[in-house]
């Protein structure tokens, strides 16, 4: 699952904006895998079969509810993967572990809503980062530098695509 965390990171940190649907679907498929998991198909056929699964469910809602979609997905869905992956402590060993996704969840959704595009910049960003970065097992600072340089890059890269305009600002004019 190496590669994918990989190819994923980069989609995400470089074009999680102006590919907001395949946003959505890697998301799908990093739920997925997480479901599959606690299930106790980590690791094997299965686990790929409900990721992609669920990713293609995503990118295919995002093509056809693309602000419901979007929003839902990157917003709640993101917003939630991204708060349980900053306290992966707290979040396994708390009975209550879903109101920590349920509380990154709504305030992903509201943000997207509030500020769409920034929004998708900085979760995609984030959530981009964050696959980069599982998959080096350097030191603690190498990977803080890693993750905080991905993550502006990701940030100043898709910034300089919203100077351009993009399909992302019409989703929400729709």
């Known amino acids: 699952m190496m590669i994918f965390d990989l190819v994923f990171g980069f989609l995400l940190v470089f074009a999680g904006r ?19 998991a606690a299930l106790g ?9 409900a990721a992609f699964a669920l990713g293609t469910l995503g990118a295919l809602l995002a093509v056809s509810f693309e602000w419901f979609a979007v929003v ?8 939630g993967y991204l708060l349980m992956n900053t306290f992966p402590s707290v979040a396994q060993q ?6 920590i996704f349920v509380v990154g969840g709504i305030v992903g959704m509201c943000l997207m809503i ?9 979760i995609s960003s984030l959530l981009g980062a ?13 990977r803080e530098f890693l993750f905080i340089s991905s993550m502006v890059t990701g940030v100043v890269v ?9 399909h992302a600002k019409s989703v929400v004019k729709s």
């Open 72 to 79: 839902f997905g990157v917003g709640f869905l993101g917003g």
């Open 114 to 122: 509030i500020i769409f595009d920034w929004t998708l910049i900085i």
């Open 94 to 99: 708390d009975p209550y572990s879903w109101l």
């Open 130 to 142: 964050t696959l980069i970065v599982h998959i080096f097992h350097g030191t603690q600072e190498f």
């Open 158 to 166: 898709q910034y300089l695509t919203l100077k351009d305009g993009g």
């Open 41 to 49: 198909f980590s690791d094997s056929l299965v686990a790929v079969f």
């Open 18 to 36: 102006n590919l907001f649907w395949l946003c959505v679907g890697i998301v799908g498929f990093l739920l997925g895998v997480q479901c599959a």
